[in-house]
């Protein structure tokens, strides 16, 4: 077994997010859930819908970076309109941010404090309601820790399980919170009240470190430690999907 | 027929308090002659529907703008429109949040002239709270569905830009989207069009296919010809996005002094002209 990165294992625990997933489109914001995205569809989900992060569904995923003679082959178009078409139309999992998560998996991206007057102000919903109300949804929070995990976020954009439950489950039958990654770890809402559970832990971290940078009780059952990409997965993020190493440089805890 | 006409009569036609729709996404083909036009007008209180981008920070930063009903306010490689943020943290605009797809669910029921369209995205969200009036609906069928009733937002006015038009008003778009750029102006009263070149009706076709004509001169009541005047978001396959004028543009946001600059250089001038000579002058 080669060794790797924390970034590489994380890209890989990503990737596992899209695994049974099918002909769907695999939408993935950020550098390591994009990775991830196109590591699956190489690998392990080859009928994934990938795109060029823009308006084109490309049958070969892309290289982060310079396009060093990459020939891309378009097998779609899909302008805005059409991505809201097909997500409304459950055609689709998204991995998204989270600047604040909480226990039943509710994700805030809109702003800190209160939204009438917010400490700071983010990004604003995007699409974080539809696509947790139409299609799963996983999350990546690259800065594992008692602001990002926390006991209540200030704004639901994303909905979590507490919030479907209310709506009864025929409104929220669509609803899925898949996975969320961490620098951490892999935390998932197979429990009996869709409470957050730490799945697996990354190597070289306790679940008592986790555990003490969450902001809230997590249910520990069953943990292991997050799988080690394979030879192929290293091979395949490093000589194809990321041959200058932007992952290298993305900002972890 | 000929709609052609230029940034100062549109900007004229418009009001303070006014609902104004900006068409592009983000840091995309924005209206940004348009705006610029706006900012050197007096008006004021003005609420403003956008996929936003730095049309939205420009706005906020000249103090013309109320209230902002958006999905998001970015510059797509720059994360948070610092403008924007600073706007909304000094709490001088009021925001009217959205879910994207709501933005467009409410601009399409404008456009079809219905009081709402019924969704599920919002649902459970806090848009339900944030969203002043949002309402659900019960399906009268048989399924008895709880749904989002996005209310039509009707907009006093559209501003888009394009790639082409005609004198006519026809607009064509020859980049990878057109956005939401045909809805904000069926949901308008008035609409205006800005657009890199007007072309001869018949030049269309060596530009694009007719799958590019997606503005109809139905929906347009004038056409501004702005060459450079999304700069600078992108327009492609005219011109990709000035990324160091964005650095720029973003950086001014930092102190009041580094806002003042900004506006002597580039804003507080006669006209687009002028701004395009200083840009170029760079």
Known sequence: ?253 | MDKRTTAAAVVRELRDGMTIGIGGWGSRRKPMALVREMLRSPLKDLTIVSYGGPDVGLLCAAGKVRRVVFGFVSLDSIPLEPHFRKARESGKVEAHELDEGMLQWGLYAAALRLPFLPTRAGLGSDVMQLYPGLKTVTSPYADGEQLVAMPALQLDVALVHLDRADAKGNGQFLGPDLYFDDLFCMAARRRFLSCERIVASEDFAKAGSHHTLRLSRMFVDGVVEAPGGAHPTECPPDYDRDEDFQREYAASAKSPEAWQAFQARYLALPDEAAYQAAVRAR
């Open chain 1, 1 to 253: 077994m080669s060794e790797f990165t924390r970034a590489e294992l994380c890209a890989v625990a990503l990737a596992e997010c899209f695994r049974g997933d099918g002909e769907i489109l695999a939408s993935a914001i950020g550098v390591l859930p994009t990775l991830g995205a196109r590591l699956a569809k190489l690998s392990f989900a080859p009928d994934l819908l990938i795109t060029d992060g823009l308006h084109g569904v490309l049958e070969n995923p892309p290289p982060l970076g310079p396009p060093n003679g990459f020939q891309p082959v378009v097998e779609g178009w899909l302008p805005y309109r059409s991505v809201f078409d097909l997500l409304w139309a459950g055609r689709r999992h998204v991995v998204m941010g989270a600047t604040q998560i909480d226990r039943f998996g509710n994700q805030n991206i809109a702003c800190i404090g209160d939204p009438k007057h917010p400490r700071a102000q983010l990004l604003g919903m995007r699409g974080a309601p539809g696509n947790t109300i139409n299609h799963p949804t996983s999350y990546w929070v690259p800065n594992h820790g008692p602001k990002s995990f926390v006991a209540k976020v200030d704004v639901v954009s994303g909905i979590g399980y507490d919030r479907a439950a209310a709506l009864g489950s025929r409104a929220a039958r669509f609803h899925e919170i898949r996975r969320v990654v961490s620098n951490l770890g892999v935390f998932d809402f197979r429990t009996r009240d869709h409470a957050m559970r730490l799945v697996s832990v990354h190597p070289g971290v306790s679940a008592d470190q986790v555990l003490e940078k969450t902001g809230f009780a997590l249910v520990v059952e069953d943990l292991v430690e997050t799988r080690s990409p394979t030879d192929q997965e290293l091979r395949l993020l490093r000589e194809r999907l990321d041959p200058t190493g932007v992952a290298a440089r993305e900002p972890l805890g």
